[in-house]
């Protein structure tokens, strides 16, 4: 069993910068093949894709609508996956959801219904 927990997230203005965190407990990002992903949902919008990882850190990946801003990385003795997220806009506005996998090395995962373990999100708010 994974248990993950997101916090930094926050209020901002539009332009501004936060980072997220995902650490787990359970099972940790150090002692298992956890792949990992970050998910969001707007108000009235259905979970879209943000970003995931492998688990060794390598083959970070970004969906287009938030390509060069957000950037995943992870650090697996520190059992943290990161989402550094620049040039904010009100439309980044979400619940922003951890989510992992157990899967071979260097697999990446973008679809949420992959995911077994999931986070309870935390609330990032872009004003403009």
């Known amino acids: 069993q994974v248990e993950l927990v997101e916090s930094g997230g926050g209020l901002v203005q539009a332009g501004g910068s936060l980072r997220l965190s995902c650490t787990a407990s359970g099972r940790t990002f150090s002692d298992t093949s956890l792949a990992v992903g970050w998910f969001r949902q707007a108000p009235g919008k259905e979970r879209e894709f943000v970003a995931a990882?492998?688990?060794?850190?390598?083959?970070?990946t970004t969906s287009e609508s938030v390509k060069e801003r957000f950037t995943i990385s992870r650090n697996n003795p520190k059992n943290t996956v990161t989402l550094r997220m620049n040039d904010l806009k009100p439309e980044d506005t979400a619940l922003y959801y951890c989510?992992?996998?157990?899967?071979?090395?260097?697999?990446?995962?973008?679809?949420?219904?992959?995911?077994?373990?999931w986070g309870h999100g935390t609330q990032v708010t872009v004003s403009s």
């Open positions: 990882i492998d688990w060794t850190g390598g083959r970070p």
């Open positions: 989510a992992a996998e157990q899967t071979a090395a260097w697999t990446v995962i973008t679809t949420q219904g992959e995911y077994t373990y």
